[in-house]
């Protein structure tokens, strides 16, 4: 790919909604598959992709719940899938695999933010254990993924801006931190699109990293208030703070990653505000762009062979 992370002037922006920047374009007859598409950000690229006429596969952790929330999104269909359970992503794909139908887009969306300690399988973190699991549903669906155009976008955040990866303790074994865990975790989201892009290509498969932007969703549940009150995530008379967003316009970076013509020479991008986002110059979240770490080539690889290792699924190297 050239010109990884810099702007390419999309023509949309922060405050872009996803059905603006899916206006004019007709999915009729491609499916894609949201995981966590049924809540918050993702429930709005379910709504928004199914509006343009593609078939949704949702990917839920409680299915009634999903079934719930998208009763009246049309062409939405929801499947039970626990991604820290490897026994269940090798379960749910295979039930795609056996339908045999090609799979056009994948949007890796859901995700934990700070949660308490949770260890899964043999021992995983569970910010970590998500990673995993979707590192082995693109894997195991490798045979139904769209010829010639598949696309994964992997949700990341400017949470990366606070940790790299952690070698020599990616589980924390050594000592829990939340945070830390989170911002670990959406590192990997974009090392895991940099190098699925450097295999997947030769076979129409790209892949693409994004920030959604700063916006309150079920996913700071984990968070108690009186520390997004201190982080300025909450104003005191419950407005928006500035520079945050709605949950459409949050969608709407992922939808245009899946969808735009304007990416097809800038696979393994990271994106934000609905455009290739810039190397990041501060520390400052809000404003955001891409650390070094997120980008990095040999950490993308170091991390696809340890994922591979443990989820013991490699279909594209």
Same mark, same amino acid.
């Given at each position: 790919? #050239?010109?990884?992370?810099?702007?390419?002037?999309?023509? $949309?922006?922060?405050?872009?909604?996803?059905?603006?920047?899916?206006?004019?374009?007709?999915?009729?007859?491609?499916?894609?598959?949201? #995981?966590?598409?049924?809540?918050?950000?993702?429930?709005?690229?379910?709504?928004? !992709?199914?509006?343009?006429?593609?078939?949704?596969?949702?990917?839920?952790?409680?299915?009634?719940?999903?079934?719930?929330?998208?009763?009246?999104?049309?062409?939405?269909? /929801?499947?039970? !899938?626990?991604?820290?359970?490897?026994?269940?992503?090798?379960?749910?794909?295979?039930?795609? %695999?056996?339908?045999?139908?090609?799979?056009?887009?994948?949007?890796?969306?859901?995700?934990?933010?700070?949660?308490?300690?949770?260890?899964?399988?043999?021992?995983?973190?569970? @910010?970590?254990?998500?990673? !995993?699991?979707?590192?082995?549903?693109?894997?195991?669906?490798?045979?139904?993924?769209?010829?010639?155009?598949?696309?994964?976008?992997?949700?990341?955040?400017?949470?990366?801006?606070?940790?790299?990866?952690?070698?020599? =303790? /990616?589980? $924390?074994?050594?000592?829990?931190?939340?945070?830390?865990?989170?911002?670990?975790?959406?590192?990997?989201?974009?090392?895991?699109?940099?190098? %699925?892009?450097? %295999?997947?290509?030769?076979?129409?498969? @790209?892949?693409?990293?994004?920030?959604?932007?700063?916006?309150?969703?079920?996913?700071?549940?984990?968070?108690?208030?009186?520390?997004?009150?201190?982080?300025?995530?909450?104003?005191?008379?419950? &407005?928006?703070?500035?520079? $945050?967003?709605?949950?459409?316009?949050?969608?709407?970076?992922? #939808?245009?990653?899946?969808?735009?013509?304007?990416?097809?020479?800038?696979?393994?991008?990271? *994106?934000?505000? *609905?455009?290739?986002?810039?190397?990041? &110059?501060?520390?400052?979240?809000?404003?955001?762009? /891409?650390?070094?770490?997120?980008?990095?080539? =040999?950490?993308?690889?170091? %991390?696809?062979?340890?994922?591979?290792? !443990?989820?013991?699924?490699?279909? $594209?190297?």
């Amino acid at each position: 790919m #050239t010109n990884r992370q810099h702007k390419i002037g999309s023509g $949309f922006g922060a405050w872009s909604t996803a059905e603006e920047v899916l206006a004019g374009l007709d999915l009729t007859g491609r499916t894609a598959l949201v #995981t966590g598409g049924y809540s918050g950000l993702g429930l709005e690229i379910t709504r928004a !992709l199914a509006g343009a006429g593609a078939r949704v596969v949702v990917g839920a952790r409680r299915p009634d719940a999903a079934g719930a929330a998208l009763r009246d999104v049309p062409r939405a269909e /929801v499947g039970p !899938l626990d991604l820290m359970d490897q026994a269940d992503v090798r379960r749910f794909s295979g039930d795609l %695999l056996e339908k045999g139908r090609a799979i056009d887009v994948v949007i890796a969306n859901a995700g934990v933010m700070a949660c308490p300690e949770t260890r899964v399988g043999p021992g995983w973190e569970a @910010h970590f254990a998500l990673h !995993l699991g979707h590192h082995a549903l693109v894997n195991h669906l490798r045979p139904v993924l769209a010829a010639g155009g598949a696309r994964v976008v992997a949700v990341s955040s400017s949470g990366h801006f606070l940790s790299g990866m952690r070698w020599d =303790d /990616v589980h $924390f074994r050594g000592g829990y931190d939340g945070w830390l865990a989170y911002a670990q975790a959406k590192t990997a989201a974009a090392l895991f699109a940099v190098h %699925l892009d450097r %295999l997947g290509a030769a076979a129409g498969v @790209h892949a693409y990293a994004v920030h959604p932007g700063s916006i309150l969703t079920p996913l700071q549940r984990h968070v108690p208030l009186e520390e997004q009150a201190a982080l300025g995530w909450i104003t005191p008379d419950g &407005t928006p703070p500035a520079g $945050f967003k709605t949950p459409r316009q949050g969608a709407a970076t992922a #939808t245009w990653a899946a969808t735009s013509p304007l990416l097809d020479d800038h696979g393994g991008a990271y *994106c934000q505000d *609905c455009d290739v986002a810039e190397p990041a &110059t501060t520390d400052d979240m809000l404003v955001g762009g /891409v650390k070094p770490w997120a980008v990095d080539p =040999d950490e993308a690889a170091r %991390l696809w062979k340890l994922s591979g290792e !443990l989820t013991g699924v490699d279909a $594209f190297s």
